[in-house]
């Protein structure tokens, strides 16, 4: 595992517990500093966060974590990279969206650079099952 993608590990983690919800994200690694910092809290802490009866807590629990490597490991094997919004090639445009996504998937043989450059491209976003 290499540290420079526990960012990316702990955004996939974040998006499965509250992808339906890119905003209360932001908000949540705004006032922690990092989205790093949410995953070496202790479950205490997090109670005090979200408060004790929350469904939040047991979502960012540590398997979310190795649950989100194993997401990582497969998804890269695939040949997918990941853009997060933290990442200098995520879209400024899209960057400026209240609930703009965490994390971008992208499955392209172009350089994120030349994808993401100053330009008008077409993209396809959605999901399926593969």
Same mark, same amino acid.
């Given at each position: 595992?290499?540290?420079?993608?526990?960012?990316?590990?702990?955004?996939?983690?974040? #998006?499965?517990?509250?992808?339906? #919800?890119?905003?209360?994200?932001?908000?949540? %690694?705004?006032?922690?500093?990092?989205?790093? /910092?949410?995953?070496?809290?202790?479950?205490?802490?997090? @109670?005090?966060?979200?408060?004790?009866?929350?469904?939040?807590?047991?979502?960012?629990? @540590?398997?979310?974590? /190795? @649950?989100?490597?194993?997401?990582?490991?497969?998804?890269?094997? @695939?040949? %997918?990279?990941?853009?997060? %919004?933290?990442?200098?090639?995520?879209?400024?445009?899209?960057? /400026?969206?209240? &609930?703009?996504?965490?994390?971008?998937?992208?499955?392209?043989? $172009?350089?994120?650079?030349?994808?993401?450059? &100053?330009? #008008?491209?077409?993209? %396809?976003?959605? $999901?399926?099952?593969?």
């Amino acid at each position: 595992m290499d540290k420079g993608d526990y960012p990316i590990v702990c955004a996939i983690a974040l #998006n499965s517990a509250f992808g339906d #919800n890119p905003k209360f994200s932001h908000r949540l %690694i705004d006032r922690l500093g990092s989205i790093e /910092e949410l995953f070496s809290l202790d479950r205490k802490s997090i @109670e005090k966060i979200f408060g004790p009866y929350s469904r939040f807590p047991s979502a960012l629990r @540590e398997q979310s974590l /190795e @649950e989100a490597w194993k997401q990582y490991r497969k998804l890269s094997a @695939e040949g %997918i990279q990941f853009v997060s %919004i933290f990442d200098g090639a995520y879209p400024s445009l899209l960057k /400026e969206c209240p &609930d703009a996504p965490l994390l971008l998937y992208v499955r392209s043989s $172009t350089p994120l650079k030349e994808i993401f450059s &100053d330009g #008008n491209y077409l993209s %396809i976003v959605g $999901t399926r099952d593969m």
